[in-house]
């Protein structure tokens, strides 16, 4: 998919939502406290209706979008906004790293999966809307195996924040641990 880096000010929302990363990069990654930092970093951005601007509001025909945001001067973080149109989803895939997103527009589509050890491969355990201002964090690896999606029947397009603890640089390479199901 498109990774398209746009420069911004960081300027308020992002403001608020950097300097909340920022306080929850004091604790430990696999931490309560780091967790419900991010969680209470990504609350409440579906309420900011300037967050992004048009052009990082653009979509792409064949794949979902990433905009790059804002990438963290000292490496602990990158800030993404990723644009779904209907029909397009991510791969089924766990994490290199924690992340975390929020829906600000439209409703995603999360199907879990549970990693079979003996099989090695990931199983369907359940599907469940994420609607706007829904919140996720999870920590690295295959506990929190996933796809997401947007299965709108209407032409709406659907849009996600992520945060991933990457560089900016590794946000295509080093976050998405694709999986197999068959």
């Given at each position: 998919m498109p990774l398209l880096q746009d420069a911004i000010d960081i300027e308020l929302p992002f403001a608020r939502l950097t300097q909340a990363l920022d306080t929850a990069c004091c604790f430990d990654p696999a931490s309560p406290g780091f967790m419900n930092?991010?969680?209470?970093?990504?609350?409440?951005?579906?309420?900011?209706?300037?967050?992004?601007?048009?052009?990082?509001?653009?979509?792409?025909?064949?794949?979902?979008?990433?905009?790059?945001?804002?990438?963290?001067?000292?490496?602990?973080?990158?800030?993404?906004?990723?644009?779904?149109?209907?029909?397009?989803?991510?791969?089924?895939?766990?994490?290199?790293?924690?992340?975390?997103?929020?829906?600000?527009?439209?409703?995603?589509?999360?199907?879990?999966?549970?990693?079979?050890?003996?099989?090695?491969?990931?199983?369907?355990?359940?599907?469940?809307?994420?609607?706007?201002?829904?919140?996720s964090v999870v920590g690295a690896g295959r506990g929190a195996i996933h796809c997401l999606g947007n299965t709108s029947a209407a032409e709406e397009t659907a849009i996600s924040i992520h945060v991933y603890g990457v560089t900016g640089t590794q946000i295509s390479t080093h976050v998405n641990d694709i999986v197999r199901t068959d």
């Open positions: 930092g991010v969680r209470n970093a990504l609350a409440g951005l579906a309420d900011e209706p300037e967050l992004l601007s048009k052009a990082q509001r653009e979509s792409c025909p064949d794949s979902y979008t990433r905009h790059l945001l804002f990438a963290d001067p000292l490496g602990r973080y990158a800030i993404a906004a990723l644009i779904w149109r209907p029909g397009q989803m991510s791969p089924i895939h766990g994490h290199h790293t924690w992340c975390a997103y929020t829906v600000i527009e439209g409703t995603l589509t999360e199907t879990l999966f549970s990693w079979d050890t003996n099989t090695h491969r990931a199983v369907e355990t359940r599907q469940h809307a994420r609607a706007r201002g829904a919140v």
